[in-house]
């Protein structure tokens, strides 16, 4: 079965601009969660939808918001972006009935740069 | 968030066992112990998990210290392939409502030599 599908791999943004990530998860799955990867601050998680719902949030500013749709398909924006958003944005998806047995699975990521 | 201690770093030959070790001394009663992988250029990728008992699956082994502050995860022949960031992560059963939130800390960085 097809795995975590992010689009675009690859982007570069300007400062100020904003930019729409995209996640599919495997099909069946509900939950979708987003982490942010640095060389500095390494993985640290953003927020995660279960059936369209924003279940937990992570300790970033509200410039970061993300939105799942009833497919469980999800999408994650940042607005106003700074030289710090540049990042791998990595989403992670999970059947989400139970958060000890959950297995996630990742995607290979989108690479933001930020000019 | 339960805190989770591993090495920066360490280097193994190819075809040798791997014993990776996590400290996480403040482990309470309910909290899982899970391990996942970064390769090169890839999302991290699930290993193992366990709660108390010694768990074995297709990748590896994970062994739990009887009073839970430690375990190690075993890979038995290392490959090339192994090379990765290996991750030590908690995850607390009792989390309200369910959460998929992992805590990665630095995690550490697998060499193997061939």
């Known amino acids: 079965k097809a795995g975590v599908t992010q689009t675009p791999r690859y982007l570069i943004k300007t400062r100020g601009q904003q930019v729409t990530l995209s996640c599919s998860p495997i099909s069946g799955h509900r939950s979708v969660s987003w982490y942010q990867q640095t060389p500095g601050q390494g993985l640290q998680f953003l927020f995660e939808y279960f059936s369209e719902t924003q279940r937990n949030k992570g300790n970033f500013p509200g410039r970061f918001s993300g939105r799942q749709f009833s497919n469980s398909r999800s999408e994650m924006n940042v607005s106003t972006l700074e030289l710090g958003d540049s990042a791998l944005y990595l989403c992670?998806?999970?059947?989400?009935?139970?958060?000890?047995?959950?297995?996630?699975?990742f995607g290979e990521g989108s690479r933001l740069t930020v000019l | 968030d339960a805190k989770t201690t591993q090495p920066n770093s360490m280097e193994s030959n190819e075809e040798e066992p791997v014993h990776l070790p996590c400290n996480h001394s403040?482990?309470?009663?309910?909290?899982?112990i899970h391990w996942y992988r970064q390769l090169p250029s890839q999302g991290p990728e699930y290993v193992i998990h366990?709660?108390?008992s010694n768990v074995n699956n297709r990748m590896a082994s994970l062994a739990i210290a009887e009073d839970r502050k430690s375990s190690t995860l075993i890979l038995h022949r290392a490959t090339l392939r192994d090379a990765a960031v290996y991750y030590c992560i908690l995850r607390d059963v009792g989390t309200q409502g369910g959460s998929e939130k992992l805590v990665f800390g630095k995690g550490t960085k697998l060499t193997v030599n061939p």
């Open positions: 366990g709660l108390t």
């Open positions: 992670a998806s999970s059947l989400g009935g139970s958060a000890v047995t959950g297995e996630l699975f």
């Open positions: 403040t482990i309470s009663g309910t909290d899982y």
